[in-house]
C-alpha cells in the first residue's frame, strides 16, 4: 500500500506546501488531515507519531494526507508563531477537499504543537466530524478557546509525559467533559513519554480503535 502514497505541493498561502498523500480507491472516502509537531524543534510531517497516525488512517481506508508547515522541509515560508501554520492547515484542508469533494467524513488530527493547529482549525472549520490530539500541551497553549469544542474527539497523553504536568491534562479534561452534546475520549497511555518512545504499538492500537468506532457512525 504504501507505494500508493504520493509526494504533492499544495498551494499554500506562504507559497507551495510539501506533502504526502494517500487517495482510497473509495469514491466517498473519509478525509484526514494530520498536522506535525513544533518545526523549531524538529517536527516534521515526518515524525514518527505523525507517520504512525498517517498510516492507521490509511489502514481504515480513508484518503489522508500529512504536510511539511511552512518553512520545513520543502516548503516554502518560514516559521509564524501558529498563525501561519494554522493558514498552512486551513489550505491543506481545502486541497484535501478538493480532492475527495465526495467524501463521507472529515477528520483532523494532530501531534504535540500539531494538536494545537489542529483543534484551532476545528473552531473555524465546521464540516469537520472528529479530531484526535495527540501530546496536546496545554501548560505551553491556551486552550480555552474550546468553549464549546464543537465536535467528540479524542486525545492522547502519555502518563509520563516529561513535557506536560499531569494536572493540566486533568484540567482540560474535566474542561472538555463538563461540555453538553459532544464526547471527548481521554486516553492515557501508562508508560508513554510526550514522544510515544517504544510505546508506538500501543498508540497505534488506540488510534485504530477509536478511528474504527466513530467512523464506523457516519456509514
Known amino acids: 500500500m504504501d507505494n ?3 509526494e504533492v505541493f499544495i498551494p499554500g498561502p506562504a507559497g507551495r506546501m510539501e506533502a504526502k498523500y494517500f487517495k482510497s480507491n473509495k469514491i466517498t472516502s473519509p478525509i484526514a488531515l494530520v498536522l506535525q509537531p513544533h518545526p523549531q524543534y524538529g517536527g516534521t510531517m515526518n ?12 489502514e481504515n481506508d480513508f484518503s489522508v494526507c ?3 508547515f511552512r518553512g520545513v522541509g520543502k516548503s516554502d ?3 509564524d508563531n501558529g498563525q501561519g501554520e494554522l493558514a498552512d492547515a486551513a489550505a491543506a484542508l481545502d486541497w484535501l477537499e478538493r480532492e475527495n469533494f465526495d467524501n463521507s467524513q472529515c477528520w483532523v488530527s494532530g501531534f504535540s504543537f500539531g494538536s494545537l493547529i489542529a483543534m484551532q482549525l476545528l473552531m473555524r472549520r465546521p464540516e469537520i466530524n472528529r479530531f484526535i490530539a495527540i501530546s496536546p500541551q496545554p501548560n505551553v497553549y491556551d486552550f480555552s478557546f474550546l468553549s464549546p469544542c464543537p465536535t467528540s474527539g ?12 499531569i494536572d493540566h491534562i486533568d484540567d482540560l479534561d474535566k474542561r472538555l467533559k463538563s461540555q453538553k452534546g459532544i ?17 508506538e504499538d500501543t498508540l497505534i492500537k488506540t488510534l485504530d480503535k477509536y478511528i474504527k468506532k466513530e467512523s464506523a457512525l457516519f456509514q
Open 66 to 68: 500529512r504536510v511539511n
Open 47 to 58: 515524525n514518527k507519531v505523525v507517520v504512525d497516525t498517517f498510516h492507521t488512517f490509511m
Open 77 to 79: 515560508g518560514e516559521f
Open 183 to 199: 464526547n471527548v475520549d481521554f486516553q492515557i497511555i501508562s508508560d508513554a513519554n510526550h514522544f510515544f518512545t517504544k510505546s
Open 154 to 165: 479524542l486525545v492522547i497523553y502519555g502518563k509520563k509525559d516529561e513535557l506536560v504536568p
Open 4 to 6: 500508493k502514497i504520493k
